[in-house]
């Protein structure tokens, strides 16, 4: 397994503003990834965050919104740009070790509110 | 549109008594993960299914894949008010997760 750690875990932002998580996992792994979990709802996946070069968006997430940066193997960071109300969720860092079955693992979480 | 439906959507049972929480595709997955979250918290894994038909036990959690690798199921049996939480299911493919909407367990004491 890995140990994910992510910053902030909570925070209340101003509309129009921008926040960057951090995403640090304790050991080298193969694929980091960002989701968004909205409330009351499943989680989504944002986007795959690749070692040294851009990150690939899902459907429905450009990088103009959540620029994402991966600079080495034990993290990542999520940038929420220009924040709304709508932006209020959950979003959670993931990996996987690339061994029994693509297993993932998640931190904590960053809970963002947009006032 | 989510590929992997669950049901039921909330489930509330009296402690002692027996659930199943299913989770149902047509696509069919490399593996398939069960999770539980609790409010505030982020995905904590439970299991790992990989081969059709398999099941696993974990104390008195039972999960079995599908043999076409496309639905799974999880069993807990004498439920306790800690089995409480929200449980996703969710199936992989080239690393990447599509997740099941989840079932919300309540057990009472």
């Known amino acids: 397994s890995a140990v994910i750690s992510q910053k902030p875990s909570r925070d209340i932002c101003q509309r129009g503003t921008s926040l960057t998580i951090q995403c640090q996992v304790d050991s080298q792994v193969t694929m980091m990834f960002w989701y968004r979990q909205q409330p009351g709802q499943s989680l989504t996946l944002i986007a795959t965050?690749?070692?040294?070069?851009?990150?690939?968006?899902e459907s429905g997430f450009v990088i103009d919104k959540f620029p994402i940066s991966r600079p080495n193997l034990t993290f990542s960071t999520l940038t929420v740009s220009n924040m709304s109300p709508e932006d209020s969720s959950i979003y959670l860092c993931s990996v996987s070790t690339g061994v029994t079955g693509n297993t993932i693992y998640f931190g904590e979480g960053s809970w963002l509110t947009v006032v | 549109t989510q590929l992997l439906k669950q049901s039921p959507q909330f489930l509330s049972i009296q402690e002692g008594e027996n659930l199943t929480v299913y989770c149902n595709s047509s696509?069919?997955?490399?593996?398939l993960q069960w999770y539980r979250q609790e409010p505030g918290e982020g995905p904590v894994l439970l299991v790992t299914v990989v081969t059709g038909g398999e099941v696993k036990k974990l104390k008195r959690l039972t999960f079995q894949f599908g043999d076409a690798r496309k639905d799974s199921s999880l069993h807990i049996t004498a439920a306790q008010p800690g089995d409480t939480g929200l449980y996703l299911c969710a199936g992989a493919v080239d690393y990447k997760l599509s997740f099941g909407a989840g079932t919300t367990v309540t057990v009472r004491a």
């Open positions: 965050a690749n070692q040294g070069s851009e990150a690939t968006y």
């Open positions: 696509s069919v997955f490399s593996s």
